[in-house]
């Protein structure tokens, strides 16, 4: 039952960093620069996970966090100082009702995970105290 445990484990550990992604992109979903200054704008991130626990166990965990080949959205704003000679501005790859989709959808993954953790632990508890 212990690596009921371990399984769900990785599974939270894998999900807290697909939402770490995503609040990431979310944050910059209007960055037009990288963080050294470069012109060119915030590329969407994504997580890929793979099974097992990275360690030759059951479970799953975080194999790649991939950057979005997607093209850049252009939008005309002639005022923005890092418009193009037609008025244009690339702006990420970043759509944030996919963001928050995706949030919804790890957030759901999580919290099924702590609950099966929680049936575990309601088992193992039971097993004791029928040993008892």
Excluded: K, W
Aim: charged share 20%.
């Amino acid at each position: 039952m212990i690596r009921a445990l371990d399984i769900s484990g990785s599974a939270l550990t894998a999900q807290r960093t697909r939402l770490d992604v995503i609040s990431a992109n979310m944050a910059c979903a209007e960055a037009t620069h990288q963080e050294d200054g470069t012109p060119i704008p915030y590329r969407r991130r994504f997580v890929t996970f793979m099974t097992g626990d990275g360690n030759g166990g059951p479970g799953v965990h975080v194999d790649a966090v991939q950057l979005d080949p997607s093209p850049f959205q252009a939008r005309y704003d002639p005022g923005h100082p890092d418009a193009d000679t037609r008025g244009y501005v690339q702006l990420p790859n970043v759509s944030l009702t996919m963001e928050y989709v995706d949030a919804l959808a790890a957030s759901r993954a999580y919290e099924a995970n702590v609950a099966m953790m929680n049936v575990t632990r309601n088992m193992v508890q039971q097993a004791i105290r029928a040993m008892a």
